[in-house]
């Protein structure tokens, strides 16, 4: 629903205290942090026409959130937690666009939040000490702090395909679809890209397109959803165990709420492996990766896993050229992220389903009918790119934010993402980046990695008001540190063995190779920021004054 609250006027008078950038989980969650924790004054920008962020813009067929239903949402409010109610196991987006606006009208949120405006620049005033941000509407807002709550998934990336203009069908990127939805009747559609997009995807086109024909560069993992009705004792249990849901989401790797099971997967047996694996391939979900501890940190373990599940591709796809193509994967499971699927590899049962292998015989260019390939042309009326995103720094980047002395970011993160704990980039005060490259973000179920970094830098505005200080400012030290302790905590794993995958950059032309997300596990994080903040916020600078330790 657009919102029609009163919003400042051109030139706003008088400097605010925070703008925030974009009205999803991030920025609204930090909206009533500032605005009624800590009494601030605070415009947030959003350029949708609602609240929602990634998940206002992603419509496509078949989108669902991977994480379980009962923690992809705020556990800060005990009045959100009691009124609220998910409907499946892993809630659709419709759904989560409704939560959004439940907690926005809950919190009477959308008062602060002008709807419909792109920030086109962002600049630090040093003397002032006042960011400066203009939009698109050609008007102008200052304040003290700017925060941007933009997301990781939200620039989308649209492969240079030569010729793309010239066809005569319909295209569209799955982050940008059309919120009236796209009839596929009757239509031979091709669908570019098996990442967790093209995989929710795929199964869903094909129920009503008259041919789907999918191009595959790199096959993929996927494990089972399972997805289901909640049934009310389910969610009776969830209402009435807050505590320990979130308290297993805090203390888990990746802010999931399942443990991961404490043993090795060599330790086993291999009939005991199968009984394993097959109970969780049949429970679903991303907690099949909590089968086994060191699946991530060790190949051997790691092929058991990827072996199980190529096997299980093999099993379920009957035609066996089809099948061997599908589970010809070439990195370690889970080291890109490992989708979760509504009878992905089932649709490849289907007579109006074909997959093509775009590795073997790459993409050349687009015709006005169709998808030209290394071994022909595909005859194609849509073509749906599931392609994926510039992550965590594409949108970042075109805030076209610049700090001190003008510096731009660009220029910051010219050999790729520079930050202190993914939360503040040395040379650009008062800045804040929720969810932000060098934190766990992507790693971590996300609202458990955005109300930690609400949260912080809530307490750290609050303690600068308490201590009569106006600006906090990474150290470059205490950057670089970080950026090697990132690097270490993803060598540490076999992340980096996925080259290809866009927590590297790799999939956007020319983007630095550089893994972006800490790889370290969330609750480690969670430790390493409280740490930070009871040392004196160690590694930061305040108003000019080194207040650290170090
Ligand atoms: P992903 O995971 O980045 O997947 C994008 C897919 O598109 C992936 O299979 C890519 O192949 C493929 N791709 C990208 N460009 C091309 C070109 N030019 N030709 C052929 N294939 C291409 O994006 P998703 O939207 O699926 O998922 C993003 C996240 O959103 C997901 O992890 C969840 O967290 C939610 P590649 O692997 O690069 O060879």
Redesign the pocket.
């Known amino acids: 629903m657009p919102d029609t609250s009163p919003s400042p006027s051109v030139d706003q008078p008088q400097p605010l205290d925070a703008i925030i950038i974009g009205a999803g989980f991030s920025g609204l969650y930090q909206l009533h942090c500032l605005r009624d924790r800590l009494g601030l004054s605070v415009q947030v920008l959003e350029m949708a026409e609602g609240v929602g962020g990634t998940w206002y813009w992603n419509r496509y067929p078949g989108a669902r959130c991977?994480s379980e239903s009962q923690s992809y949402q705020y556990y800060f409010s005990k009045d959100l937690l009691e009124n609220w109610a998910w409907s499946e196991r892993f809630p659709q987006q419709p759904e989560i666009v409704e939560y959004m606006n439940f907690v926005a009208d809950r919190l009477d949120l959308k008062r602060n939040v002008r709807f419909g405006i792109r920030v086109t620049s962002a600049h630090y005033d040093e003397a002032a000490n006042q960011w400066t941000v203009e939009t698109d509407a050609g008007d102008r807002y200052t304040a003290q702090f700017l925060i941007t709550g933009v997301g990781c998934?939200s620039s989308a990336?649209v492969?240079d395909?030569p010729g793309l203009d010239s066809f005569a069908g319909n295209w569209y990127h799955?982050?940008l679809f059309p919120h009236e939805g796209v009839d596929f009747s009757e239509k031979r559609v091709g669908l570019?890209?098996?990442?967790?997009?093209?995989i929710q995807s795929t199964p869903e086109i094909a129920k009503t397109a008259k041919h789907l024909t999918v191009?595959?560069?790199?096959a993929?993992y996927s494990i089972p959803a399972h997805n289901t009705m909640l049934t009310d004792e389910f969610k009776r249990y969830c209402k009435e165990h807050h505590a320990d849901i979130r308290e297993v989401m805090h203390t888990s790797p990746n802010g999931h709420p399942f443990r991961i099971q404490e043993r090795l997967a060599l330790d086993s047996s291999e009939e005991e492996r199968a009984v394993l694996y097959e109970k969780a391939w049949a429970k679903g979900g991303l907690e099949f990766r909590s089968v086994f501890e060191d699946l991530l940190v060790n190949k051997a373990a790691n092929d058991t896993a990827a072996d199980f599940i190529r096997s299980k591709i093999r099993s379920i796809v009957k035609n066996p050229d089809t099948a061997a193509l599908l589970s010809n994967i070439d990195h370690p499971f889970a080291t890109?992220?490992p989708p979760v699927d509504d009878h992905y590899f089932e649709a490849y049962n289907r007579d109006n389903v074909t997959l093509v292998d775009?590795r073997a015989a790459p993409?050349q260019h687009i015709t006005p009918t169709g998808i030209v390939t290394e071994d022909g042309e595909y005859d194609l009326d849509i073509i749906v790119f599931?392609?994926?995103?510039d992550a965590m720094t594409g949108t970042l980047l075109k805030l076209d934010i610049h700090g001190r002395d003008g510096l731009p970011l660009k220029e910051a993160w010219s050999a790729g993402p520079r930050t202190y704990l993914g939360l503040q980039v040395a040379g650009f005060p008062n800045l804040f980046t929720i969810t932000g490259p060098g934190s766990p973000s992507?790693l971590c179920n996300m609202p458990v990695a955005i109300e930690q970094h609400v949260e912080w830098i809530t307490d750290c505005i609050a303690h600068m008001h308490a201590q009569g200080l106006d600006k906090v400012e990474a150290k470059v030290e205490a950057a670089d540190q970080w950026v090697l302790d990132v690097n270490a905590a993803a060598e540490a794993t076999l992340l980096p063995q996925a080259g290809?995958s866009?927590y590297l950059g790799a999939?956007v032309p020319g983007k630095p190779r550089v893994f972006m997300p800490y790889a370290g596990g969330m609750a480690s994080y969670r430790k390493i920021c409280d740490d930070v903040a009871e040392r004196g916020y160690e590694g930061f600078t305040f108003s000019g004054q080194t207040v650290s330790a170090s």
Do not use: C
Not at 386 to 389: I, L, S, V
């Open positions: 991977d998934l990336n492969p395909i799955t982050g570019v890209g098996t990442g967790s997009t093209g191009f595959q560069r790199t993929n890109k992220r775009v993409i599931a392609t994926g995103f992507v290809h866009w999939n």
